[in-house]
């Protein structure tokens, strides 16, 4: 079972260049986030969708966008990258409603220089 | 907005001694759910409780929702090095969509 993927594991941009990190995930879970993980700050969710065509903010949305135009993708997108958003990036799936279990990636290490 | 709060930080401890971590929310959760993640890997499902006062076990592993489900705890008996990683409890409010995480306990067990 793939469950989760994303790519790519590792990336390393330079200050205000865009990239796209791609997630899938082929389970049929309508329920898609995006998380990051810095040193010290546990799990900070950046967007999330309930479904196709459906996004939403996390707590820490400014730099990134989000689209859910089918319900196996949900790419995040940096506009400019900063050097503050060099981190690990993790996207997840559930079935439904939050309260059932969320299913990880193994992540996207990104280092924006 | 809803915060989840975890206590210890970082726990170091002998092979056979237990462990407990905390977490402690602002507002009353839905559900709590508990996740494992291993040095250099992702989060793993562990549990999740629902009712209040409700306890669930998972060999050596006890799981416990407070009676007003503000909080909850991870108690590992006898840790062994393959409990090695930072544990996170995660929690929703009613009626949200959002999970949001505690900022984890990070243990490590020495042989």
């Known amino acids: 079972n793939a469950g989760v993927t994303q790519t790519p594991k590792f990336q390393v941009l330079k200050t205000g260049q865009s990239m796209t990190l791609q997630c899938a995930q082929d389970?049929?879970?309508?329920?898609m986030s995006w998380y990051r993980q810095d040193p010290g700050m546990g799990l900070r969710l950046i967007h999330y969708?309930?479904?196709?065509?459906?996004?939403d903010q996390g707590e820490v949305p400014n730099g990134y966008n989000v689209s859910r135009s089918t319900t196996e993708d949900f790419p995040l997108r940096l506009l400019s990258a900063a050097p503050s958003q060099t981190s690990v990036y993790f996207c997840?799936?559930?079935?439904?409603?939050?309260?059932?279990?969320?299913?990880f990636g193994e992540g996207s290490w990104l280092t924006v220089v | 907005g809803q915060q989840v709060m975890q206590i210890p930080q970082y726990q170091h401890v002998q092979e056979g001694e237990d462990f407990t971590t905390y977490c402690n929310s602002s507002t009353t959760l839905s559900n709590i759910q508990w996740y494992k993640q291993r040095p250099g890997g992702h989060p793993v499902f562990l549990i999740q409780?629902?009712?209040?006062?409700e306890v669930k076990k998972q060999k050596r592993l006890t799981f416990q929702f407070g009676e007003a489900k503000k909080n909850s705890s991870l108690h590992i008996t006898a840790t062994q090095t393959t409990d090695v990683g930072t544990y996170f409890c995660?929690?929703?409010?009613?009626?949200?969509?959002?999970?949001?995480f505690g900022k984890g306990t990070k243990l490590t067990v020495n042989p």
């Open positions: 995660a929690g929703t409010q009613g009626g949200s969509e959002k999970l949001v």
């Open positions: 997840a799936s559930s079935y439904g409603k939050t309260g059932n279990t969320i299913y």
């Open positions: 969708s309930v479904g196709a065509g459906i996004t």
């Open positions: 389970m049929n879970h309508e329920y």
């Open positions: 409780l629902v009712k209040s006062g």
